[in-house]
């Protein structure tokens, strides 16, 4: 696999972007900014709760709708490496996963970490250190 057109001063620029959102949403909130935790609470919706669940969710989409019509990114820029039945395994997997470990790698690795928060930090390793034996076998024993 190799990393194409990586630039480091964008990346930082979107980390400190998602590091404000979720501390901007904790202070004002009161509420973590964990995705899989946030999808979840609209499946099924409670009522005077949805609202800001599908603007946070909406906001997800429409950013990226947004990045793209500035940077003049179409869709042929998105290129998977996988096949439709490798993503939907894995889609499947990760939703698993996050409900098993009580939240996602926003919940945990932005937000519990930035917390000091134990649970989080335990989570967050287990996380990578999973994602690096997947790619590992998938790359070097399969050879996907």
Sequence with gaps: MEIV???????????????????????????????????????????????WRLWFVGGLIGGTVVYR????????????????PALVVGGVLAGFGTRVSGGCTSG?????IGRLSPRSLTATAIFMFTGGITVYVTRYVVGA
């Design 5 to 51: 057109n990586f630039e480091p001063l964008s990346a930082l620029a979107g980390g400190a972007l998602i590091g404000v959102a979720a501390a901007m949403m904790l202070l004002l909130s009161g509420r973590m900014a964990g995705v899989s935790g946030i999808v979840a609470g609209l499946i099924p919706p409670q009522r005077g709760d949805a609202a």
């Design 69 to 84: 019509a500035v940077t003049g990114q179409g869709p042929e820029a998105i290129v998977f490496e996988a096949g439709w």
């Design 108 to 112: 945990h690795g932005v937000c519990g």
